[in-house]
C-alpha cells in the first residue's frame, strides 16, 4: 500500500489521465486531468473497485441519488474512478437507475491514483485505489476525505458528508466576503465625510457658477 500524498490545496496536474467509454462505444479514448478539472467545480470519489460491496450498496448509489443536491450546491461535474478499465465500469455503472449523473473515469494504469498515492493492495484482489472523496475547484483540491485502507472503509466519503463540507467551505466563503463589503462600505463613508468637511473648511473648493452679465 503507497501512503497517500495528496493533500488540501494541491493542483492536480494538467497531464494525469482517464479512460471514458460512454454509452454505445466500443473502443475507450483518454480524457486529460485538464478536461476533466480546468475551469470547473468537480467533486470526484475513488472506490476500491467496480461490482464490489460496500461501492455497489452504498457508494455509487448515494452519489447517484445526492446529484441533484450536490449541482444545486454549484458543483459542475460529479465522477466516480477506480483502478479499474472503463469497460468494467461502463457495464457496472448501467446497473444504476440514473447513473449518467455520474462521469466514469476508469484509471487501470493508475495515472491519477498513482501520482497522488492514493493506492491500497487488498487480499487476493490486488493493487486498487483507496476509497476516497475530493471536491476540486478549477484544478486545486479544496475538500479531501480519505478512507482508511479496506474494502469496507466508508464514514467519510460518501455525498452527505460531501454536502455538510460544501456548505462549510460556503460559508466561510460568504462570511469572508460579507466582512470585505462591510469595511469597504465604511471606508466610502468615511471618505464622503471627509471630503464633505474639506468642502466646508475649504471655500476654495467649493463649485463656482459662472453667469454671464
Known sequence: M????????????????????????DIPHEVSSAE?????????FGIPGAFTSVCSSKHLPQFIDKSKDLKAKGVDTIACTAV?????????????????????????????????????????IGSRGQRFSMYVDDGVIKVLNIEEPGPLSYKISGPEHMLKDLKNLGFTEKVVTKIVKVVRQHEIKHEIGVENMDKENNPSKKKWTWVDC
Open 84 to 124: 479499474n478499465d472503463s469497460y468494467v465500469l461502463r457495464e457496472w455503472a448501467e446497473t444504476f437507475k440514473n447513473s449518467s449523473e455520474i462521469l466514469m473515469l476508469g484509471d487501470a494504469e493508475m495515472s491519477f491514483h498513482g501520482y497522488f498515492g492514493l493506492l491500497q493492495k487488498i487480499p487476493l
Open 36 to 44: 476533466i478539472f480546468k475551469g470547473k467545480k468537480v467533486v470526484i
Open 2 to 25: 503507497s501512503t497517500p500524498r495528496v493533500k488540501l490545496n494541491d493542483k492536480v496536474p494538467d497531464n494525469l489521465y482517464f479512460s471514458v467509454l460512454n454509452k454505445g462505444e
